[in-house]
């Protein structure tokens, strides 16, 4: 009867821990939604490789893949770049040769553009089909809402309805970034051969790559990055965009312009095809690099130590653009509770010092979403944090990490589906 009693007991707990982590798995946060593009470079080494890879690239995880038709832009102008683009064939183009929102002598040009890639970017919201009608499956599908209060003609008539398309459009839509991506590739080979054959500081591979942040160098040491033998820097300057979703915006595209297939007319058809209220705002820029060194993957092409780096590059400078603007910073739910683990690693920038803020979200009356802040975690020391960059399985793999321990500063009690996100500046 002991033995049984003794089976009985650790089945429960194992069936416990089992559902506890499937409970995690089976969560539905509403993510943020990312759309990244890259800079036409037809000049750098393996130009046409890089873009097909990138083009079939897919999107962080912790982010809903709002990805359009075209992933490469060309003529673009950076922020910093004064010379505008000459010609009025840019207003002939569809989305893919963007300006700079700050180049005064182009804005009009590129103001036409982005509002083409904020109305494709609506339209995958609402699914636009060849006829013109728009349906709330993608949304009710990202934001686990359930069908029925999606129904416009029924959400328009009740104040839960609209508070439930209000709360759509706060919690998802409004989320939608555009990531614009200008890469340059240095052979590490080539530095050390300009810099007299051997380079033992940062300070240069910072100066001969174009990274003037002395911050990005210090923080290439903590992560190991090493300076001698063979391989690629890969140097992203990233141009952050948010679809303008707002109030005004949203009530005139359900009064005006939705209509299902089987009510869509020729005049509402027309009306979003003429509409201009779509627009991108400038969020900001910022960069970040990554070295590969092909000392470690001896098996490997420079074309694909090219494509690792432009992965991991991207990767690094989505950290850096989460850094310096709160709204682009993402959410992740907890693994488990006890222990307290979440399934972020180095990819996300985490490191000893990460401090996170504990959510819980909270629904009001009316189907509202809110988060209220329960609790604060920092990473637990006497756990390896996960190392879940780009081909990381490749280059450590006898790790069997895959998830980050953290420790609680403040709170009650924590479980799965909690949401955790790093604290400002850290």
């Known amino acids: 009867m002991k033995k049984i009693i003794l089976s009985l007991i650790a089945i429960t707990f194992f069936t416990a ?49 709002h990805n359009l038709g075209n992933r490469v832009f060309t003529n673009f102008t950076s922020p910093t770049n004064a010379d505008p683009i000459k010609g009025n064939e840019l207003l002939l183009k569809r989305v893919g040769t963007i300006t700079s929102p700050t180049n005064a002598n182009s804005i009009t040009d590129n103001e036409i553009l982005l509002k083409s890639i904020a109305k494709e970017a609506v339209s995958k919201w609402f699914n636009r089909s060849e006829k013109g009608g728009f349906n709330m499956e993608l949304i009710r599908s990202r934001g686990s809402y359930d ?56 300070g240069t591979i910072g100066d001969y790559a174009g ?13 190991g990055v090493t300076v001698a033998g063979k391989g690629y820097i890969v140097k992203t300057n990233a141009h952050l965009y948010r679809l303008d979703w707002n109030e005004e915006v949203a009530t005139k595209f359900y009064n005006e312009y939705w209509a299902e297939d089987n009510t869509i007319t020729n005049e509402k058809k027309q009306a979003f095809d003429d509409s201009d209220i779509f627009k991108l705002v400038y969020v900001g820029s910022d960069n970040s690099w990554a070295d590969v060194q092909s000392s470690i993957f001896t098996n490997k092409r420079e074309e694909e130590l090219v494509q690792r780096a432009t992965i991991k590059a991207v990767d690094a400078v989505i950290i850096e653009l989460q850094k310096n603007h709160e709204e682009f910073k993402t959410k992740t739910p907890l693994y488990t509770g006890e222990p307290i683990t979440a399934k972020i690693g180095t990819k996300e920038g985490v490191t000893n010092k990460s401090k996170f803020e504990v959510l819980e979200q909270q629904i009001s009356e009316n189907g509202k979403t809110s988060y209220a802040v329960v609790g604060s975690v920092k990473v637990d020391e006497n756990f390896p944090i996960w190392d879940n960059r780009f081909g990381a399985e490749e280059e450590n793999p006898n790790s069997k990490i895959d998830r980050t321990y953290f420790k609680k500063v403040s709170g009650k009690e924590f479980y799965p589906g909690m949401l955790i996100v790093q604290k400002k500046g850290k």
């Not at 970034?177 to 051969?193: C, G, M, P, Q, R």
């Open 17 to 65: 821990l089992y559902a506890q982590e499937n409970k995690e798995k089976s969560v539905k946060y509403r993510r943020s939604s990312l759309y990244t593009v890259m800079v036409d470079a037809p000049n750098l080494p393996y130009a046409d490789s890089i873009k097909k890879f990138f083009i079939n690239s897919t999107i962080p995880e912790k982010f809903n893949d």
């Open 147 to 202: 069908a029925s209060v999606l129904d416009i003609a029924t959400a328009k008539a009740s104040k839960r309805g609209l508070d439930m398309l209000a709360d759509a459009g706060e919690e998802l839509i409004k989320n939608t970034f555009v990531l614009v991506n200008e890469f340059k590739y240095t052979s590490k080979e080539e530095i050390a051969k300009k810099a007299s054959g051997w380079l033992n500081a940062l």
């Open 211 to 223: 990274i003037s942040n002395a911050s990005l160098i210090t923080n290439a040491v903590a992560v």
